[in-house]
């Protein structure tokens, strides 16, 4: 069983950064490609940024390209978003993902394992 645990998560204004993490206790971390989805109020989830099992490859929305940078380390069991240029419009729920094997996806159908969220929240 994988058990995921998001932390970071917060209040900020517009402009500002957070760093998101997400520990994965107990796992062999690199047996998995991971992602991280947001979902705001009334909205479906969508996809921020996907990373594969080694880091070698780095997907991003384009909502977020050029302001979020993902990645991860095995050895430590965490994966990071680090969120700069915060708009308020990043303001949703931030939830790691993972999923067996090496292929990136873009579908939060295709993640077998979910963190708890953790909220963000930006004001202008």
């Known amino acids: 069983q994988v058990r995921l645990v998001e932390s970071g998560g917060g209040l900020a204004q517009a402009g500002d950064s957070l760093r998101l993490s997400c520990a994965a206790p107990?796992?062999?971390?690199?047996?998995?490609?991971m992602a991280w989805f947001r979902q705001s109020r009334g909205k479906d989830r969508e996809f921020v940024s996907a990373?594969?099992?080694?880091?070698?490859?780095?997907r991003y929305a384009d909502s977020v390209k050029g302001r979020f940078t993902i990645s991860r380390e095995n050895a430590e069991k965490t994966m990071w978003l680090q969120m700069d240029s915060l708009k308020p419009e990043d303001t949703a729920v931030y939830y790691c993902?993972?999923?067996?094997?090496?292929?990136?996806?873009?579908?939060?159908?295709?993640?077998?394992?979910w963190g708890q969220g953790t909220q963000v929240t930006v004001s202008s």
């Open positions: 990373i594969t099992r080694y880091g070698l490859t780095t």
């Open positions: 993902a993972a999923k067996l094997g090496g292929e990136l996806s873009f579908s939060g159908d295709d993640y077998e394992y």
């Open positions: 107990g796992v062999i971390l690199g047996r998995y490609s």
